[in-house]
């Protein structure tokens, strides 16, 4: 092969490479826009960012204190892919709540897996997204947690959801420790 095609075959690789990577980038891009839209319809409820993770609080916690990097959270949780900018119970993919699950018509036939969440943030295997919204909440907090797929599952699929799937928790802090 002459060393010219090499270069040719490398600068199409390249470009070829660059495209792709702009693609994503506009993808989540787009996401990042749903994510505003569903801000814009909250109305004036309290938004955090925190490392590419957007927290809308639907009521405030209790007390001064708020869930740092290494303490204990307890949550209930429901989480959804984001459809536009909106959740909706056909989108529901999971949950440990059993009221959510009944509201939304799943089959339950095993209660078991309906208990409170509890994690310690620093050593959990947590979606990074869902890790960095979590960080501050308060006991008795209820918010949204919302993500692009940069921050959750990247480009693999897990289960029912897709590759690159924009996802919103709604949560349900029950108590928090900084211990």
Known sequence: MKKSTIIIAAAALAVAA????????SYYDNQESNIENFVTAAKGLRTVQNGGSTRVVMVEGEGTDSLSASGIVSFYYAGYLLSG???????LFATNSEEIAKSSSWNITDTTGFVIETVKLDEEDLLPGLKNGLKGVKGGEECYIL??????Y?????????????????????SISNE
């Open 18 to 25: 660059s495209c792709m990577k702009q693609q994503v980038q």
């Open 85 to 91: 900018s909106s959740v909706s119970a056909s989108n």
């Open 147 to 152: 993500f692009t797929g940069k921050y959750g």
């Open 154 to 174: 990247g480009s693999h699929e897990s289960g029912t959801i897709p590759a690159k799937s924009t996802l919103a928790y709604h949560i349900w802090v029950e």
